[in-house]
């Protein structure tokens, strides 16, 4: 005021009673002709109403309405706060995010003022067991987060995880009803081995709480990030998969089955690969098992049906008039309309018969469900499309269940022929398995033929039907023409006619 003449801005003063309060005030310096100071003349108003409303609408902004803690705005502040607090201190930090069991019941049922007494009442109970520098704050609903900071390790943080356990789930009476919640709780911690920022660590401990959920509720559940990586990776697989499926970079090759006897090709079986970009060609074990229990996994068994079907098509009117198998996976065969889907495959390539296409599936798949596969083999054999059971000898095996699944073909997994040449049990499993073949009225197919001596031996215990790399390994649908023409040339097996 001295330099300028004037100064404006905000007070606190004090009336005559005592009474504190908030003025504006302006203050103006009065000079006399020789340009001295003679007075000052202050103007002000009361403005205590005005710092008491916007003492309000600051409490609304960052405070919850109905139970008065921390909402998300005020909770993200002290989270941030907690976070730089922690780095300079080097304690643990633990994020708690907390969801009620049951509540939604009792919203439904006995209304939402109840429920919002009910929500009061848990609340003022759960910040009652925390510390004076934790922060219970309220995000919506029956939601909750806990900052809880200057944790020495994880352990000791469990204490007060139980207690907010304990004060969630204790009774709560309210108009003469007595209610019962229960809580889980997600639990995460700051610092990580990887840097993190705050909506990230409530993601996290959001995640857990789902956890905790499935667990069984009524507990809490803490991050694991090394599981989270393996999920994010997961997730990350199965996208570029689709991907890969929509780009056109899936594949189908083919191996030939062939009659070792005669030499006469009897069919192939489609396998799938993925000409991966970068990568080059992929086997099925780099990608099918990340598809497994997921809905893409009969996505894309359904692209290779059709994929197989129009290579057939494709064959035969180029004179290779072979059928074509396909391996279908438990996830795709469970499928309540899967015969449907198939039909409607079929439907689409009308100019090929239903024989040209076999299905092949896992001894262990078709052993999940057998009633259901039963019905569904059976509904395939209609429409004239056989089964083959694949890998035979790698499940249970049993004759009950063998008996009870029609199939038309056994196919013996390719780890007993392989080895059958220096492995006597694996000899004596093949012949079980011809016998039992045999037995049942069932072709046999063997995989695995990987020689010349390989297929001598599977002639002698009576299996003439193979595929293997000794006959020919997968190959491009484009080379199967070649392939098969040059084969018809060449002697096979000669020694047995």
Same mark, same amino acid.
């Given at each position: 005021?001295?330099?300028?003449?004037?100064?404006?801005?905000?007070?606190?003063?004090? %009336?005559?009673?005592?009474? $504190? #309060?908030?003025?504006?005030?302006?203050?103006? &310096? @009065?000079? =006399?002709?020789? +340009?001295?100071?003679?007075?000052?003349?202050?103007?002000?108003?009361?403005?205590?109403?005005?710092?008491?409303?916007?003492?309000?609408?600051?409490?609304?902004?960052?405070?919850?309405?109905?139970?008065?803690?921390?909402?998300?705005?005020?909770?993200?502040?002290?989270?941030?706060?907690?976070?730089?607090?922690?780095?300079?201190?080097? %304690?643990?930090?633990?994020? $708690? #995010?907390?969801?009620?069991?049951?509540?939604? &019941? @009792?919203? =439904?049922?006995? +209304?939402?003022?109840?429920?919002?007494?009910?929500?009061?009442?848990?609340?003022?109970?759960?910040?009652?067991?925390?510390?004076?520098?934790?922060?219970?704050?309220?995000?919506?609903?029956?939601?909750?987060?806990?900052?809880?900071?200057?944790?020495?390790?994880?352990?000791?943080?469990?204490?007060?995880?139980?207690?907010?356990?304990?004060?969630?789930?204790?009774?709560?009476?309210?108009?003469?009803?007595?209610?019962?919640?229960?809580?889980?709780?997600?639990?995460?911690?700051?610092?990580?081995?990887?840097?993190?920022?705050?909506?990230?660590?409530?993601?996290?401990?959001?995640?857990?709480?789902?956890?905790?959920?499935?667990?069984?509720?009524?507990?809490?559940?803490?991050?694991?990030?090394?599981?989270?990586?393996?999920?994010?990776?997961?997730?990350?697989?199965?996208?570029?998969?689709?991907?890969?499926?929509?780009?056109?970079?899936?594949?189908?090759?083919?191996?030939?089955?062939?009659?070792?006897?005669?030499?006469?090709?009897?069919?192939?079986?489609?396998?799938?690969?993925?000409?991966?970009?970068?990568?080059?060609?992929?086997?099925?074990?780099?990608?099918?098992?990340?598809?497994?229990?997921?809905?893409?996994?009969?996505?894309?068994?359904?692209?290779?049906?059709?994929?197989?079907?129009?290579?057939?098509?494709?064959?035969?009117?180029?004179?290779?008039?072979?059928?074509?198998?396909?391996?279908?996976?438990?996830?795709?065969?469970?499928?309540?309309?899967?015969?449907?889907?198939?039909?409607?495959?079929?439907?689409?390539?009308?100019?090929?018969?239903?024989?040209?296409?076999?299905?092949?599936?896992?001894?262990?798949?078709?052993?999940?469900?057998?009633?259901?596969?039963?019905?569904?083999?059976?509904?395939?054999?209609?429409?004239?499309?056989?089964?083959?059971?694949?890998?035979?000898?790698?499940?249970?095996?049993?004759?009950?269940?063998?008996?009870?699944?029609?199939?038309?073909?056994?196919?013996?997994?390719?780890?007993?022929?392989?080895?059958?040449?220096?492995?006597?049990?694996?000899?004596?499993?093949?012949?079980?398995?011809?016998?039992?073949?045999?037995?049942?009225?069932?072709?046999?197919?063997?995989?695995?033929?990987?020689?010349?001596?390989?297929?001598?031996?599977?002639?002698?215990?009576?299996?003439?039907?193979?595929?293997?790399?000794?006959?020919?390994?997968?190959?491009?649908?484009?080379?199967?023409?070649?392939?098969?023409?040059?084969?018809?040339?060449?002697?096979?097996?000669?020694?047995?006619?």
């Amino acid at each position: 005021m001295l330099e300028n003449g004037h100064w404006y801005g905000e007070v606190w003063n004090r %009336r005559k009673n005592g009474e $504190v #309060y908030a003025q504006m005030e302006n203050i103006s &310096a @009065i000079r =006399d002709a020789r +340009g001295n100071v003679c007075q000052y003349v202050s103007l002000f108003s009361d403005i205590t109403t005005h710092k008491e409303h916007e003492k309000k609408l600051e409490h609304i902004a960052h405070f919850d309405a109905l139970t008065n803690l921390p909402n998300r705005v005020l909770l993200a502040d002290r989270l941030r706060q907690a976070m730089a607090q922690t780095d300079r201190d080097q %304690r643990l930090l633990a994020i $708690v #995010y907390l969801d009620l069991d049951g509540f939604k &019941a @009792i919203n =439904d049922t006995y +209304g939402h003022a109840a429920g919002d007494r009910l929500l009061m009442a848990v609340s003022e109970r759960m910040k009652q067991t925390l510390r004076e520098v934790d922060t219970l704050a309220r995000i919506g609903g029956d939601e909750f987060v806990a900052v809880l900071p200057n944790m020495p390790d994880t352990a000791s943080s469990i204490p007060m995880l139980n207690r907010l356990l304990g004060a969630a789930s204790k009774p709560i009476e309210t108009d003469d009803i007595a209610f019962t919640v229960s809580a889980s709780l997600g639990v995460t911690f700051f610092p990580q081995v990887d840097d993190v920022d705050a909506d990230q660590l409530l993601r996290q401990a959001d995640q857990a709480m789902y956890q905790a959920k499935l667990a069984g509720k009524n507990r809490f559940y803490m991050f694991d990030a090394d599981q989270d990586i393996s999920i994010r990776n997961h997730h990350e697989s199965l996208n570029r998969i689709r991907q890969a499926l929509v780009a056109n970079e899936l594949v189908l090759y083919y191996q030939p089955k062939v009659n070792l006897r005669t030499g006469g090709v009897i069919g192939a079986e489609a396998l799938i690969r993925w000409q991966h970009p970068e990568s080059g060609l992929l086997p099925p074990s780099a990608f099918l098992p990340i598809i497994e229990e997921h809905p893409l996994a009969v996505e894309i068994g359904e692209w290779v049906v059709d994929t197989a079907l129009t290579q057939i098509q494709i064959w035969h009117n180029a004179g290779l008039k072979i059928p074509v198998s396909v391996n279908i996976g438990a996830r795709q065969l469970q499928q309540k309309d899967f015969v449907d889907r198939l039909r409607q495959l079929l439907v689409a390539h009308t100019a090929i018969s239903h024989n040209s296409l076999e299905l092949e599936v896992l001894e262990t798949s078709a052993l999940e469900d057998i009633s259901h596969v039963s019905d569904v083999i059976n509904a395939c054999s209609e429409m004239g499309v056989a089964f083959a059971l694949d890998d035979f000898g790698t499940g249970y095996s049993s004759l009950t269940y063998l008996k009870r699944l029609p199939v038309a073909m056994l196919k013996i997994d390719q780890s007993f022929v392989r080895d059958m040449l220096d492995d006597p049990d694996d000899l004596s499993i093949l012949n079980g398995v011809i016998s039992l073949a045999a037995a049942f009225g069932k072709q046999v197919i063997a995989e695995g033929v990987e020689s010349q001596k390989h297929g001598d031996l599977l002639l002698q215990l009576g299996c003439e039907l193979a595929q293997g790399y000794g006959i020919a390994k997968p190959m491009p649908a484009e080379e199967m023409l070649d392939w098969h023409t040059n084969w018809s040339k060449q002697p096979h097996w000669p020694d047995h006619p």
